[in-house]
């Protein structure tokens, strides 16, 4: 009896101790990722400052001059008006499947959402190029007045809402399961219509877990590469309007690394590229999380 039962706290002490090198795994995989980006792109700190590396936009690598500043602005624009198009989509589908459509919809609608989320993005990528690009180019461009090849901002942004739809929609779906019937009961009983219901009761209950969905929405459409790549141009300039080309920072990375390594402090360049767009997906996501918990206290 007593065999078994040292047995039985050694097995759990593993456990414990199992579990606790996987969260201690978790929680050093984003200090070591920056620290590992770092140490590889602070060779350029050296020649260069802080500020002309991110804010200039000269990029000529042969010269030496690695200005970050329209690729930082490509991805920025890409980025939110590909949410700006997605989360209202996402937002009332969401509404219509949890509050007004039969179950058999919402069981239909799961796996399509799932095999949405489950297409590889060069897929996306070779949509954009076939339909989208023809489509900004031949009818969009000329009804307001503008001429161009359809390789855009407002392409990439395009195809990377349609990309992140399945994402942001799972999330707000299941929050709006989560929340209780009788919050719906009461507020009925008391008068509200259905919409008023929706609009006064479940949407502001659900705020926080709406923001947590858009957030992930905007760090997966920031992290963007391949599809947007292939429909946004990669001009190396500063976007002005929805029907230029930009040059996100994903794509920088992915066109040039592996290219051209001979020239001085190119890979350090690109790895700050990278450094960039980890700090930015880490700022915001910190953002989120604070704005949520404060909403939460806020509802409380």
């Keep these: ?34 620290a590992g ?73 799961h796996p399509v959402i799932d095999i949405l989320a489950g297409i590889p993005s060069v897929i996306f990528g070779v949509w954009g190029i076939l339909i989208i690009v023809p489509f900004i180019s031949n009818t969009v461009a000329p009804m307001l007045g503008k001429q161009t090849s359809g390789y855009t901002i407002i392409s990439g942004a395009l195809v990377l809402s349609v990309m992140i739809i399945p994402f942001i929609l799972n999330i707000l779906i299941e929050v709006f399961r989560s929340i209780p019937d009788e919050l719906s009961e009461a507020a009925l009983s008391l008068g509200a219509s259905k919409w ?25 459409a920031f992290g963007e590469t391949i599809a947007v790549l292939m429909v946004v141009g990669n001009v190396i300039q500063i976007p002005h309007g929805l029907f230029q080309a930009g040059y996100p920072l994903p794509a920088l990375i992915a066109n040039n690394y592996g290219e051209m390594m001979s020239i001085p402090n190119y890979d ?31 509802i409380k």
């Excluded at 039985?8 to 090198?21: A, D, F, G, P």
């Excluded at 930082?72 to 997605?86: D, Q, Y």
């Design 196 to 220: 008023q219901t929706i609009k006064y009761v479940l949407i502001k209950k659900a705020v926080p877990g709406i923001i947590s969905a858009f957030g992930l929405g905007v760090s997966r």
């Design 37 to 109: 980006l770092y140490y590889k792109s602070k060779v350029l700190f050296h020649d260069h400052s802080i500020w002309n590396l991110l804010f200039t936009k000269d990029w000529r690598p042969m010269s030496g001059k690695f200005g970050l500043l329209p690729f930082i602005m490509s991805s920025f624009w890409v980025t939110f008006i590909s949410v700006l198009i997605s989360a209202p989509i996402c937002l009332l589908t969401a509404i219509h499947l949890t509050q007004y459509a039969k179950k058999w919809v919402l069981k239909f609608m």
């Design 268 to 298: 350090a360049a690109l790895m700050l590229s990278a450094l960039v767009l980890f700090v930015i997906v880490t700022v915001f996501n910190l953002a989120s999380r604070y704005t949520i918990a404060h909403l939460e206290k806020t």
């Design 1 to 34: 009896m007593g065999f078994i039962t040292i047995k039985r706290q050694l097995r759990n002490k593993i456990h414990v101790y199992l579990m606790i090198i996987g969260l201690v795994f978790v929680l050093l995989m984003p200090v070591l990722l920056g």
